[in-house]
């Protein structure tokens, strides 16, 4: 079974400073996608950003980007120029094929960001 | 475009009964998933519906059931609730299959 790892329960930054946030995972299949999800107070999970496996450039999204090393099963995300609104439970998550033509999210325990002003 | 919506946000039920949640995907999305977030986890995948039947279920006992209309709406219901029922319960639609859009949970309290 895939597993995701976040080994960084909480981590802080200062404002307009850089951070990275871990996430390490378990498969055997050679072609997956891996997302980083934002969940803040509101709740509401957030789409950051997406990395197909298949694709050796590593993804990126305005302040945010991703670090993929496949054959060390890891994917870290780095918040550049870090805001207030960054704040938030940070969840990395892998697509796991369910069976039936079905596509489940497996989830890491999260890393709760805090940013300092 | 509207994104995905989930009501109530909250509720409250005793030990026993039974809850009925609601999701409407996202315009377009024909795919839809429900996973429950325990207090201070990530979420956990119950089942995923693809145009009005159950096709992927994760570890969840049979009293966790669902619908998808034929608009793709959803509803899960679950049965004979117990304390452990207590959660956030999400519902994340999709149109590929490649990335779910999540609605903003009903939060579940059973007492």
């Known amino acids: 079974a895939q597993t995701v790892t976040q080994s960084q329960p909480e981590m802080s930054v200062q404002e307009a400073e850089t951070v990275t946030l871990s996430c390490t995972y378990d498969?055997?299949?050679?072609?997956?996608?891996l997302f980083w999800y934002k969940q803040p107070p509101s709740r509401q999970m957030i789409l950051v950003i997406r990395?197909?496996?298949?694709?050796?450039q590593n993804a990126t999204e305005n302040r945010f980007s991703v670090n993929f090393q496949k054959a060390a099963k890891s994917f870290s995300l780095k918040i550049s120029d870090s805001q207030l609104g960054d704040a938030a439970m940070y969840f990395c998550a892998y697509r796991t094929y369910s069976g039936a033509g079905s596509y489940q999210l497996t989830f890491g325990k999260g890393t709760k960001l805090s940013v300092i002003p | 475009e509207t994104g995905v919506t989930q009501s109530p946000t909250h509720l409250i039920k005793t030990r026993g009964q039974q809850v009925t949640l609601r999701c409407s995907s996202q315009s377009g999305h024909n795919t839809v998933s429900w996973y429950q977030q325990a207090l201070g986890q990530g979420p956990q995948f119950i089942f995923q519906y693809y145009r009005e039947e159950e096709n992927g279920r994760g570890n969840f006992p049979p009293r966790f059931s669902g619908l998808q209309f034929p608009n793709y709406s959803s509803e899960l219901n679950v049965n004979a609730l117990e304390l452990d029922d207590s959660a956030l319960y999400l519902c994340?639609?999709?149109?590929?299959?490649?990335?779910?859009?999540f609605g903003p949970g009903t939060r579940l309290t059973v007492l």
């Open positions: 990395q197909e496996a298949y694709k050796q």
């Open positions: 994340a639609s999709s149109f590929d299959q490649n990335t779910q859009y």
């Open positions: 498969t055997s299949e050679s072609d997956y996608y």
